[in-house]
């Protein structure tokens, strides 16, 4: 596993480029948890959470949320805005192959390709013990990448992302070499660049990390390797009338597992 330290340490600077309006995606998983289960969603788990964008959407509809992540300057961020939105999280400085709750929760989650950090079949099988160890009984596990279309074997694709809050600017280049997965491990060498301009100055984040590529089929299999989990939906969108297809409407990978036991 390789990470995106020089980033990912940045929190404000990550957040300004990033931060986005998830109510749509949390009404999703509100609802998809209710189909599913017949239950009312009452505790969620953000994993990979960086600014916990999830984790405080769901505490402002007082369902119960935690917060995990490596990187502690993303935890402090995501406290202190959590703070200023006066709810209440718990967020906790773990690695996401291994880690342990107070309490399970209904439903984890893992948003915008936090998971394809993980480079081997080994951490993801290890990382699915961890996840269904801390769900409840027939819990859920939502997982939310790029659509294998717009990110693949063929073309990584270049994505740039950007913000601008009090005269700080912030432009973020994912990726910067044209990278390749290769076509046995389905690891790729990543350079990425975060641009800021403050007060009239400026610099240049340059970062490099592994992503796996993850397809649908692995990752149904892998999930059900773990012996924990059985895929029991696959979404295109966070609308739960977008099935995973081709189509433009289906604009991401959304695989929704359930804990078997
Ligand atoms: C792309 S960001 C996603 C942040 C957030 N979920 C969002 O929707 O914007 C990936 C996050 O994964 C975290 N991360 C990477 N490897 C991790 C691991 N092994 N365990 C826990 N968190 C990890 C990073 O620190 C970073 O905050």
Same mark, same amino acid.
């Given at each position: 596993?390789?990470?995106?330290?020089?980033?990912?340490?940045?929190?404000?600077?990550?957040?300004?480029?990033?931060?986005?309006?998830?109510?749509?995606?949390?009404?999703?998983?509100?609802?998809?948890?209710?189909?599913?289960?017949?239950?009312?969603?009452?505790?969620?788990?953000?994993?990979?959470?960086?600014?916990?964008?999830?984790?405080?959407?769901?505490?402002?509809?007082?369902?119960?949320?935690?917060?995990?992540?490596?990187?502690?300057?993303? !935890? %402090?961020? =995501?406290?202190? @805005?959590?703070?200023? &939105?006066?709810?209440?999280?718990?967020?906790?400085? *773990?690695?996401?192959?291994?880690?342990?709750?107070?309490?399970?929760?209904?439903?984890?989650?893992?948003?915008?390709?936090?998971?394809?950090?993980?480079?081997?079949?080994?951490?993801?099988?290890?990382?699915?013990?961890?996840?269904?160890?801390?769900?409840?009984?027939?819990?859920?596990?939502?997982?939310?990448?790029?659509?294998?279309?717009?990110?693949?074997?063929?073309?990584?694709?270049?994505?740039?992302?950007?913000?601008?809050?009090?005269?700080?600017?912030?432009?973020?280049?994912?990726?910067?070499?044209?990278?390749?997965?290769? !076509? %046995?491990? =389905?690891?790729? @060498?990543?350079?990425? &660049?975060?641009?800021?301009?403050?007060?009239?100055? *400026?610099?240049?984040?340059?970062?490099?990390?592994?992503?796996?590529?993850?397809?649908?089929?692995?990752?149904?299999?892998?999930?059900?390797?773990?012996?924990?989990?059985?895929?029991?939906?696959?979404?295109?969108?966070?609308?739960?009338?977008?099935?995973?297809?081709?189509?433009?409407?289906?604009?991401?990978?959304?695989?929704?597992?359930?804990?078997?036991?």
């Amino acid at each position: 596993m390789a990470e995106y330290n020089q980033v990912y340490q940045k929190a404000v600077y990550y957040d300004i480029a990033f931060n986005r309006d998830v109510s749509r995606e949390v009404d999703f998983m509100v609802a998809l948890y209710h189909r599913q289960t017949g239950a009312d969603l009452h505790s969620t788990l953000d994993i990979a959470c960086g600014p916990g964008y999830h984790a405080r959407e769901f505490a402002k509809r007082g369902i119960r949320a935690v917060g995990l992540d490596l990187r502690p300057e993303m !935890l %402090v961020f =995501a406290q202190e @805005q959590a703070a200023l &939105e006066n709810v209440t999280i718990q967020w906790i400085a *773990q690695d996401m192959r291994r880690f342990e709750l107070e309490e399970p929760v209904d439903m984890a989650i893992s948003m915008f390709d936090g998971i394809d950090a993980l480079l081997t079949n080994i951490d993801l099988i290890q990382h699915f013990q961890a996840v269904a160890a801390n769900l409840t009984e027939n819990g859920l596990f939502l997982i939310d990448v790029t659509h294998p279309r717009d990110c693949s074997f063929q073309d990584y694709g270049t994505f740039v992302y950007n913000g601008c809050r009090n005269e700080t600017v912030v432009d973020v280049v994912w990726a910067t070499n044209m990278p390749t997965f290769d !076509l %046995v491990s =389905a690891v790729a @060498q990543v350079n990425i &660049e975060m641009r800021v301009s403050e007060n009239g100055r *400026q610099q240049v984040i340059s970062d490099t990390a592994y992503e796996r590529l993850l397809l649908p089929q692995e990752l149904a299999l892998l999930a059900e390797r773990s012996g924990m989990f059985q895929a029991v939906g696959w979404y295109g969108d966070f609308d739960l009338n977008q099935p995973l297809d081709n189509s433009p409407a289906s604009r991401r990978l959304i695989a929704i597992m359930q804990k078997v036991r």
